[in-house]
Every structure is written in structure tokens, then in C-alpha cells.
DNA sequence: GTAATAGTGTCTGTGAGACACTATGGT
DNA sequence: ACCATAGTGTCTCACAGACACTATTAC
């Protein structure tokens, strides 16, 4: 057998707010780092949890009170000087949610800060971060993920500034919608439309098959 | 604090023989499924291992004797039901090796099987197996991951063939070529040749800075 | 010479990018 | 009518794939 190990699950919850990558941090109750600023996290519940990435919605729910609809698991970090309690096991995963879900935090419990102006992190917090923004980023320029930083509908120039935020590049239009036509994960929804001070715009939605569609070469 | 968790690493061990892509696996010696094939593994031992990237290297080295130039972790798998022990949660892993650094196995402690016919595998390591031989495939149509499976030294045909019998497709020797010259991780060793019954052919090597390069589209 | 493999050159079709264009609503 | 945004059409250049070609060795 084994000494018993420290074994958590940490969440990095990305969102766009004001054209800017985001994440959500909460001040820490207790020690180690109490009061400080930190990833959403907490022990595995083995009784409770059917396994980790269960155990990563339980913290996210009681932790910030929401479900994201995307949620993976990241990178696993370990060791024995990340934690002051001894040896610990992070399993990390990241998660993708419209601004929107998060307006309801009327009771202020948790902090936006944007990926490229970080304050300092406890444990290694600041390296699942990074780590996190490098998969987001990678995977956005092969993959429909970005789709989840969105609300459940959206027009096509929404989306892809959508893209185009979280790439930090500009896109050409017409590439843009002749892949996303190739591609089809998208479905238009009948007679709704974006409507502004100009030509109304047609909404799409995800098709309920495509949680994550890959595409073949990059956006 | 939290009821002790199980924590091991596992690891999928690759190498090619006779063209085909195959993984090691050991007989186990104890409860649970003792005598049954399995993939190396073995508990962390936070006294001991920096890490679980190191735990792997130890865990590897003890059981099959051999350390691999390449180790990257996969995923880890966890839960209450993949471990008749209780809640457990491993820490996978997969290498590359060379064929030739197996056959010193006198003592014949490991067995080499095709990963397109393995017996039933306990725990989840038939699960865990499938994940990795996807990642190795997804990895090899973008990246030098590939080379880790030729010994230090290789021809441009030796390797092209690698490629070929990893992600079971045939290409074109000149695409193929190109491709790697634009890349530069490898390095025509000066005035090393493979000799054979016709043309020698010029013998390249990694070079030291280029554990894994990645391409920008596919090979 | 011939056979066999190493290694290179060239043509062509596809498709990404650039950008101009049309369409449709509000005011 | 005019403006702003939605949405589409077209040209071009780069490059991946196909394949033919040359080069170099053993016999």
C-alpha cells in the first residue's frame, strides 16, 4: 500500500467578457493561501464522486452554483512541493460558459480576471492556468469549441468574433462561413433572427450531435 | 480531509515489430488478477518520486528494466468501479521505444502484442490502451512523434515506413520528403550511410533540440 | 550492362486567402 | 436615398499530391 496522497480537482472556467479571454477565481476560505485568489477546486469525494471529472461538476456547482456544458479534463498535476499539506495529485480540467451564466452571481462570490493580466497564484495554479489558455487556444483553431463561449444562439459574425478574441487574429468572413458550411455542426434555426439597426441577421444553434465537431485543417 | 485514494501510474509502452505497432505487457504478480497480462503500473510513492511523470520512469525501469527517450502522460482514469480495491485513480502515461532495446529481455519478463489483437485486459487497460494507441495515431499525422520508435539512427525510408505502419497509410515519398525538409529536426549525420545490396542511403538522427516537432498541417 | 533502391524535378488540381460584390433591413 | 451590416461570388497564388525522372550502388 501507499501513504495516503492529497488527490483534488482544480477548474479553470473560461469566459469572454468585453472582447476579453477571461477566468473565474475564488477567494479562498480556508488555509492554505486563505483569502487569496485561486482556481475553483476541492477534494475528490470517493463516496460521492463516480469518478473525477463527477467530482469536478460537484465543485464547480457548490463552488460558483453553475453547470458548464463544456467540461475536460486538462493535464493531471502532481508532486510534492506544489501543496505545503505534502504530496498532491490535481486532476485539472477546463470548462467554456457564456458570460451570461455567470451575471447571476449576485452574491459575489467569485472574481473575472482577464488570462493576460493574472494576479499571482497559489499552488501551481499559475502553470494549470497557462497550460489551459495554450489548450484553449490550440484547440479553437481546429475545433467548433469556441462555440461554447457563446450563449445557445448566435449569429455567424458573433461567432466569429468569437474565434477571433480568443485566437487574438482577425478572420476573413467569406473563409470563415464557407468552412463553417463544410463543416456542419451548425444547424440555422427556422425565423429567428439577430435583429439591430440593421440587416437582421440569421441565428444558429449547435446540433445537439456536435458538442465538439474538429475540423480538418484550421479556421 | 479526504478518505485515502488508490493513486498508480500505468503506462502503454509502443514499439514496432515486424511492422506492426505493439505494446508490452507484464504478467502480474499479485491480487488482483495476478497471472493475468496487464499494463505495467504501480503505486506512487511520494517519498520517492518528484512527480508522476518520474513515478512513471520508476515504475517503467523497475518493471521492464528499460527507460524510454519519450514519455508523455495521457489521461488519467478514475472512479469506484475500475479497481476492485476501492477508489482509484491512475495516472497514464504512454512511451515510444526502439524494437532493439526490448530484446534484452533474457529473463523474459514482458510480453509484446499487437494492439489489433490483445487478450481482455484487467481493470480498465483495455480503455486505457484504446486512448493511447488514438493519441499516438492523431499525434503522428502532425508531429515528428514517430522517430521515438527508430533507433538513434534511421534513413528517410526507414522512417517514411514508420509512419506509414503507425497510421496505416501509404505516402508519397517525394510529399513525404518535402515535408521534412521544411521542418528541419532532422540531421544528415556526415558520411553515415546505410549500406545494403543497391544505393546506400543517407542515415539521419533527431536533432538534440527536437524531442517533438510539430508540424503545421499533416504528413 | 541490369536490377533495385535513393533521391529529385515537374505538372496539375484544389482550396485558402483577399477582396469585391450583392442583399436587406433601419432611419 | 443612404448607411451599416449580412451574406455571396470570383480571382489568384501556393501547395499537396501524383508521378516521372535521374543518381548511385551491387552484382
Redesign the pocket.
Known amino acids: 500500500m501507499q501513504a495516503p496522497l492529497i488527490v483534488t480537482v482544480d477548474i479553470v472556467l473560461f469566459t469572454l467578457s468585453a472582447g476579453v479571454l477571461k477566468i473565474v477565481l475564488l477567494r479562498r476560505e480556508h488555509d492554505p493561501y486563505a483569502q487569496q485568489l485561486a482556481l475553483p477546486g476541492g477534494y475528490i469525494h470517493p463516496e460521492e464522486d463516480r469518478d473525477s471529472l463527477a467530482a469536478a461538476e460537484r465543485v464547480l456547482r457548490q463552488k460558483t452554483g453553475l453547470i458548464s456544458p463544456y467540461l475536460e479534463q486538462l493535464f493531471t498535476f502532481t508532486g510534492g512541493v506544489r501543496d505545503p499539506r505534502g504530496w498532491s495529485a490535481s486532476i485539472a480540467y477546463y470548462a467554456l460558459v457564456h458570460e451570461s451564466v455567470l451575471i447571476s452571481d449576485d452574491e459575489h462570490r467569485f472574481e473575472l480576471l482577464p488570462v493576460d493580466a493574472l494576479p499571482d497564484l497559489p499552488f501551481d495554479h499559475q502553470r494549470i492556468t497557462t497550460h489551459a489558455v495554450k489548450r484553449l487556444r490550440d484547440k479553437s483553431t481546429y475545433s467548433s469549441l469556441p462555440c461554447h463561449l457563446l450563449p445557445g444562439q448566435f449569429?455567424?459574425?458573433e461567432l466569429q468574433h468569437t474565434y477571433e478574441q480568443v485566437l487574438g487574429i482577425s478572420l476573413?468572413?467569406?473563409?470563415f462561413?464557407?468552412?463553417l458550411g463544410e463543416m456542419d455542426f451548425l444547424e440555422a434555426i427556422p425565423d429567428a433572427m439577430r435583429?439591430?439597426?440593421?440587416?437582421?441577421?440569421?441565428l444558429y444553434r449547435l446540433r445537439d450531435d456536435a458538442r465538439l465537431a474538429l475540423f480538418?485543417?484550421?479556421v
Open positions: 449569429t455567424l459574425t476573413d468572413k467569406s473563409v462561413r464557407r468552412k435583429l439591430g439597426k440593421h440587416r437582421p441577421a440569421q480538418n485543417k484550421t
